[in-house]
């Protein structure tokens, strides 16, 4: 089992033909990914490495069965990118593009809530794989192995790390949720997700400074959630006053540092490392007890 993403998803990819697009859709297939259309309205009806092009994520999908589309459009184009999806009643829509203006993501989350039946990964996200069997994004497929953890972090290099230093335990499903103000999928979704999922054991989640997201998830864990989690926060040894990585990590007084996030997680019985080595650790040695 997995979350959102099997092996029986049919993914299309919205911005095949450019740079980007053909990089990682030749990524996701040779990670045994079944990709079957992109979309770019110039290119209609030609293909790439025999995937055919389609002018409208309408006609990809009534064409193919897709379930799962993948953009990899400019920042500039990304919105009308995503409400297309969103009219075409995609499932499930993973936004990987970097640089979208806020209100614009703010305009396109609004809309598939209001629409019903479009979950959004992202924006500004590396997307989510399932090892093993399919993989909707970036994210390097061969750096771990199918397991039964759980794992949503808002870092893309992070969720890198952490599928690198679990790989021998493994993951049922990895998602990078992006690290921007306005995100379509949120800890709380995943960890009620992985709560559901019978193969998942046990969850990892990565947070980052700033906003509220790790607090909020913390109270979620505590009325929801049985099954162990371990956390990790990015950015302990942040310079105070600064703003650091993503848009989204803007840290207002004690509110949003990694101690305040720490101490909420703890406080439900969530084990916190100070590195993503240690949490590993943590995660390791809760597995083997």
């Not at 290119?43 to 589309?69: H, L, N, Y």
């Not at 061969?142 to 952490?162: A, H």
């Not at 997680?265 to 809760?286: F, H, I």
């Amino acid at each position: 089992m997995a979350i959102w993403l099997t092996e029986s998803s049919k993914v299309i990819v919205q911005g095949i033909t450019g740079a980007e697009g053909t990089k990682h859709t030749r990524r996701m297939v040779a990670s045994g990914t079944n990709v079957v259309g992109g979309v770019n309205p110039r290119k209609a009806g030609s293909d790439v490495d025999g995937i055919p092009v389609f002018a409208t994520v309408e006609e990809a999908r009534k064409e193919t069965g897709a379930d799962v589309s993948v953009v990899f459009v400019p920042p500039a184009f990304a919105k009308d990118a995503a409400l297309e999806a969103i009219d075409a009643e995609t499932p499930l829509l993973v936004v990987i593009t970097e640089g979208i203006p806020v209100q614009d993501s703010a305009y396109f989350f609004n809309y598939a809530r209001e629409r019903g039946g479009t979950r959004i990964v992202g924006p500004n996200c590396p997307g989510l794989i399932s090892p093993g069997k399919s993989n909707a994004g970036i994210i390097p497929a061969d750096i771990t192995k199918p397991g039964r953890i759980g794992l949503v972090s808002k870092s893309g290099t992070l969720t890198y790390q952490m599928m690198y230093e679990l790989r021998d335990i493994g993951f049922s499903t990895c998602v990078g949720i992006g690290g921007d103000p306005v995100i379509g999928t949120t800890h709380i979704d995943c960890l009620a997700a992985f709560q559901d999922d019978d193969e998942t054991d046990a969850i990892v989640m990565i947070g980052e400074i700033g906003g509220d997201a790790e607090e909020r998830a913390a109270e979620f864990i505590k009325a929801n959630v049985t099954k162990p989690v371990v956390g990790y926060v990015a950015g302990f040894t942040a310079p105070e006053g600064k703003t650091m990585g993503h848009a989204g990590a803007i840290v207002s007084g004690s509110s949003g540092t990694a101690a305040a996030k720490q101490e909420a997680l703890e406080a439900v019985g969530v084990r916190v490392g100070k590195t993503p080595s240690e949490a590993a650790r943590l995660m390791a040695d809760l597995l083997r007890r």
